[in-house]
């Protein structure tokens, strides 16, 4: 039984980021793009369980934020991405 939770990275805390799985999701905004590298080249962003192992996602925006039928199957379909195991 896991925590699962929505977390706004600001450098200053960077650290309630930390999960053994990240989903990265960028929002498209031009000024957005200066923040997300700045926090994903931040030294304790580079320190986290998930990141060292590569075990961050990036996911679209796109239907991320969406509330349709088709964009909850899109997520599921990132969810099954990610989280089956492809032997």
Do not use: C, M
Request: glycine content about 6%; cysteine-free; proline content about 3%.
């Amino acid at each position: 039984q896991g925590v699962h939770q929505l977390t706004f990275v600001r450098a200053g805390n960077i650290e309630d980021a930390d999960g053994d799985l990240i989903f990265l999701q960028q929002h498209p905004q031009a000024d957005n793009y200066q923040h997300y590298q700045h926090i994903t080249n931040h030294p304790l962003w580079l320190q986290l369980n998930a990141v060292q192992p590569g075990k961050v996602h990036e996911v679209s925006d796109d239907y991320w934020h969406r509330g349709s039928y088709i964009a909850a199957n899109r997520i599921l379909d990132d969810l099954f991405k990610y989280f089956v195991d492809k032997q």
